[in-house]
């Protein structure tokens, strides 16, 4: 039985679903039903039981599962400690929200896999509330998010919790005029405003700034990608908030100008979460070790 063999069985935990499984392994449903065969045919018993389209694991496969994830767990380590002195092998899996794998991770990434070649890294963008979510139900080792954590929340959530820098929303319009002054919140609530969705945590950062005001936004439109909302605050004269860092080079161009907003305080945190019980795992520490110094120098730039 290979490692991958194991790893689809432990996906198939999971999702309680072939086809996903088979998606998440870039084969067929068919080749999985195989491998699960294969392996209920070696142990002499079923591993699943079918509840409609879903697959529901027996008592048995809950117990092999435990035991199977601490051999593949062990396999990567292993990989780690024979590789080349100074060479890391290895794959990771990182989650993060907008802002941070749009405008801060891309560089990142690449000056870590150019120093750690074969070191892969798996990584994908969703807002706080799904980046928590997948965090915690063990599909990513590392989640780097916009959303405030605090300490009770991480605790009571069996997180770590990590402040990796600090970041500052921008009010922006393609109005000159309108941001040649400070402004009070209540001067612009007649405005066609564009915000991130619901789960957003630059959204939340925002509305809980503006206190009970914040209910009398008029949201006219809510999308789930930073940079269609920079469009139509550019061409259609919508107003939106950003990470100063997301609009940084359309303010140079002045096809962007901030707003300063009066009596409100929109500083806030990024942060680096994993799970407390996570098990060890040498290539996600030295990852974190160049996110750690990546963000440092880009606040002392």
């Not at 993060?96 to 892969?120: D, Q």
Request: proline share 3%; glycine share 6%; hydrophobic share 45%.
């Amino acid at each position: 039985m290979r490692i991958k063999d194991l790893e689809i069985f432990l996906d198939l935990l999971k999702t309680k679903s072939p086809t996903l499984t088979a998606e998440n392994f870039k084969t067929t449903q068919p080749n999985v039903s195989i491998i699960i065969k294969n392996i209920e045919n070696m142990i002499g018993s079923s591993l699943f039981e079918r509840l409609g389209k879903r697959l529901l694991p027996t008592s048995k496969a809950l117990f092999l599962g435990g035991l199977w994830l601490e051999v593949v767990e062990g396999y990567y380590k292993s990989l780690e400690l024979i590789g080349e002195e100074g060479v890391f092998l290895g794959e990771i899996s990182i989650v993060s929200t907008h802002t941070i794998g749009e405008y801060f991770l891309p560089r990142i990434l690449y000056e870590f896999a150019k120093k750690y070649p074969k070191v892969k890294v798996v990584s994908h963008i969703h807002n706080t509330a799904e980046c928590l979510n997948l965090l915690k139900k063990g599909e990513v080792g590392l989640a780097l998010i916009e959303g405030e954590i605090t300490k009770e929340y991480a605790k009571s959530e069996g997180l770590i919790a990590e402040v990796l820098a600090k970041d500052e929303l921008v009010v922006a319009s393609n109005d000159f005029i309108l941001a040649s002054r400070a402004r009070y919140i209540d001067e612009l609530l007649d405005k066609k405003w564009i915000l991130r969705e619901y789960g957003s945590g630059l959204r939340d950062k925002f509305l809980n700034a503006l206190g009970d005001i914040g209910k009398e936004i008029p949201i006219f439109l809510e999308l789930d990608r930073t940079s269609a909302i920079k469009d139509l605050v550019i061409t259609k004269g919508a107003i939106s908030v950003f990470s100063k860092i997301a609009i940084a080079r359309e303010v140079q161009e002045k096809v962007l100008f901030p707003v300063e907003i009066i009596n409100v305080n929109l500083e806030r945190n990024l942060y680096s979460l994993k799970r407390s019980t996570q098990p060890f795992s040498g290539v996600l520490l030295k990852f974190e070790e160049c996110l750690m110094e990546a963000f440092a120098n880009i606040e002392n730039s």
